[in-house]
């Protein structure tokens, strides 16, 4: 069983940053992506982005954050990171850290994620 803890959220203005951490309890052969998803106010849980543990840390993000937010890892800590940059008031949700098991490149639904971390709010002020 792997546990999730993510932490760093907070309020901030627009345009401001925030880096969210995400520290799992352990670090299994069996997790090959991390990835960070969000849930605004009356809307769906989305995708945001993911990093592989190996094949080089490969990164891929939805096409509303990109070029904005960051993921990067620590392999010696086991902790994926979330660095948010030019935030805006639609980026306001509960974002949530998650483990994946799925062999490949490009998992970004919800149910290709086995293990989830229990969220962390962020909220920015226009």
């Known amino acids: 069983q792997v546990q999730l803890v993510e932490s760093g959220g907070g309020l901030v203005q627009a345009g401001g940053s925030l880096t969210l951490s995400c520290a799992a309890s352990v670090r299994t052969f069996s997790i090959y992506t991390m990835g960070w998803f969000r849930r605004a106010p009356g809307k769906e849980r989305e995708f945001v982005g993911s990093?592989?543990?190996?094949?080089?840390?490969?990164?891929n993000y939805a096409d509303s954050v990109k070029g904005r937010f960051t993921i990067s890892r620590d392999n010696a800590k086991n902790t994926v990171y979330l660095k948010m940059n030019s935030l805006k008031p639609v980026d306001t949700a509960v974002y949530y850290c998650?483990?994946?098991?799925?062999?490949?490149?490009?998992?970004?639904?919800?149910?290709?994620?086995?293990?989830w971390g229990q969220g962390t709010q962020v909220t920015v002020s226009s």
């Open positions: 990093i592989m543990w190996r094949s080089g840390g490969i990164t």
């Open positions: 998650a483990a994946s098991t799925e062999l490949r490149f490009g998992v970004d639904r919800t149910e290709e994620f086995a293990f």
